[in-house]
């Protein structure tokens, strides 16, 4: 059975850092992406971050590019999310999610596997 745990969010101030990790259990990660999703309130789930088998990184949009860093440690079967300069529109729940391919999948995919998420809320 496939789990993804989120772990790392919390309550920070702006310009400030978090990391997240997603730990998964019942699949090697060594063979698959990992995306980083985001859902902030009234707002639609969005893609953040993917990070393939390969190391291949995806951002999804250019307002964490230099700011957020998506790494990967397979020998803890585990994908972190360094979010650094944090700033009150980053807060949101934060999912990592798979369906088990090799590369990230394109924009609107949708995934067999989802963690249960972890808030990241950023105070001005």
């Known amino acids: 059975q496939v789990q993804l745990v989120e772990s790392g969010g919390g309550l920070v101030q702006a310009g400030g850092s978090v990391r997240l990790s997603c730990v998964a259990s019942?699949?090697?990660?060594?063979?698959?992406?990992i995306t980083w999703f985001r859902q902030a309130p009234g707002k639609e789930r969005e893609g953040v971050s993917c990070i393939s088998s390969s190391y291949h990184i995806t951002n999804y949009f250019d307002s964490v590019k230099g700011r957020f860093t998506i790494s990967r440690d397979n020998a803890a079967n585990t994908v972190y999310l360094q979010m650094n300069s944090l700033k009150p529109e980053d807060t949101a729940v934060y999912y990592c999610a798979t369906d088990r391919t090799d590369n990230c999948p394109p924009v609107g995919h949708e995934y067999d596997y989802w963690g249960q998420g972890t808030q990241v809320t950023v105070s001005s």
């Open positions: 019942g699949l090697n990660l060594d063979y698959y992406a």
